[in-house]
Nanobody
Framework: VQLVESGGGLVQAGGSLRLSCVAS????????VGWFRQAPGKEREAVSC????????YYFNSAKGRFTISSDSAKNTVYLQMDGLKPKETAMYYC???????????????WGQGTQVTVAS
């Protein structure tokens, strides 16, 4: 089981990025895949989650209304479209695998290595 994130980078405040999480070793149709982020000196927090097989999606903290999670079964990839980014959202962004969506970091079974998002003011 492997998760690989990409798509991070430097963006100006108010800008957009689309993160990708490619899964290998399993089909995420049968699992939940969540996005988390961790800013320097802060705890890792949940951002969004998609349940497998067209199930419900969830948004946590301030992501609702500006972020959109989606998936492509053919590519075994989960995306996180982030619009209206704010400097305080500068963080390492991770995707994680779980049986069901949960905002608790301790519930996640597998983690990717992360992709850095930096939002300049």
């Amino acid at each position: 089981v492997q998760l690989v994130e990409s798509g991070g980078g430097l963006v100006q405040a108010g800008g957009s990025l689309r993160l990708s999480c490619v899964a290998s070793g399993f089909s995420f149709d049968y699992y939940a895949v969540g996005w988390f982020r961790q800013a320097p000196g802060k705890e890792r927090e949940a951002v969004s989650c998609t349940s497998g097989r067209g199930g419900p999606v969830y948004y946590f903290n301030s992501a609702k209304g500006r972020f959109t999670i989606s998936s492509d079964s053919a590519k075994n990839t989960v995306y996180l479209q982030m619009d209206g980014l704010k400097p305080k959202e500068t963080a390492m962004y991770y995707c994680a695998l779980n049986g069901v969506c949960s905002p608790a970091t301790t519930d996640q079974a597998n983690w990717g290595q992360g992709t850095q998002v930096t939002v300049a003011s």
